[in-house]
């Protein structure tokens, strides 16, 4: 072993100090773009002030300042940075291109939501909402936490009203009373107990007071239903269809008390 080494590393600690000094972003680095923005992680992204003061109130008011173009600390991490800096080159029409490579990602729209709103940069805003609205459809849940976080009640009756029986099925026992196994042995595509986990992953995430709300309107829902002649079967009653799920959308609001949304 090169013991010599460990000994000249130990009397030079100048490199270990280096690693803090930030890194060039490997796309956004043309050297004559006049601005540099400085991320959470410590990586330098550059760009051009007149692209920025386009697209951005808060560049725009922060470029009138006579001082001198300084790095700019920004506390985004640098691929939420890039991204939005793909969007303020890019002309409009290309915008929900690019945030839609995203759609999958519910964290990477949340932060990118958050520093386009942050930099008020209202057209991307704009943009990265719509996709968010759009993604519902396959991440009813991801918008139900975001929802949460932003108190957003009508961002959380859009995800709410795109659930169906892919994000919540009350689960058939194998014994009707109880699961006996049958589902087991007889080929069901789920045993009772992994759909049963399938059932309590919807709601696992989801803050207390959503949880307390989805399940009071789902009870009083499905009362409702059992209570009307017309719904015929049992099964039914504990089956919520599209318009059951508006039915709870338009409803859903943990801050007001159940007897004033019937
Ligand atoms: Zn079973």
Redesign the pocket.
């Known amino acids: 072993m090169p013991d010599e080494h460990i000994v000249v590393e130990d009397d030079q600690p100048r490199p270990a100090a280096q690693a803090v000094e930030p890194t060039p972003d490997e796309r956004h680095c043309d050297p004559n773009a006049d601005v540099v923005l400085v991320s959470k992680d410590q990586v330098h992204l550059r760009a051009y002030s007149h692209h920025l003061k386009q697209v951005s109130k808060f560049f725009a008011d922060l470029f009138t300042l006579p001082s001198k173009l300084e790095p700019i600390n920004l506390d985004f991490d640098s691929f939420v940075i890039s991204i939005y800096l793909d969007l303020v080159i890019a002309p409009t029409y290309c915008y929900s291109v690019i945030i839609d490579q995203h759609n999958h990602d519910s964290e990477t729209l949340k932060q990118l939501l958050q520093i386009s709103e942050y930099t008020m940069s209202e057209e991307i805003t704009k943009n990265v909402w719509q996709v968010i609205r759009e993604m519902a459809i396959a991440y009813p849940q991801a918008l139900l936490n975001l929802a949460h976080e932003r108190q957003d009640l009508d961002l959380a009756r859009v995800a709410i009203k795109c659930i169906n029986s892919d994000s919540i099925d009350l689960p058939h026992?194998?014994?009707g009373n109880e699961?006996?196994?049958?589902?087991?042995s007889y080929e069901?595509a789920e045993?009772?107990?992994e759909r049963i986990n399938d059932f309590q992953r919807f709601f696992r995430p989801l803050d207390p007071a959503y949880q307390e709300e989805f399940l009071q309107l789902m009870l009083l829902r499905s009362k409702i239903k059992a209570d009307n002649p017309n719904v015929e079967g049992k099964k039914e009653v504990m089956e919520w269809n599209e318009e059951d799920w508006t039915w709870i959308a338009e409803r859903f609001d943990p801050d007001r008390s159940l007897d004033e949304k019937i």
Do not use: I
Request: proline letters at 0%; glycine letters at 16%.
């Open positions: 026992l194998c014994g699961c006996e196994g049958r589902c087991a069901w045993t009772c107990s």
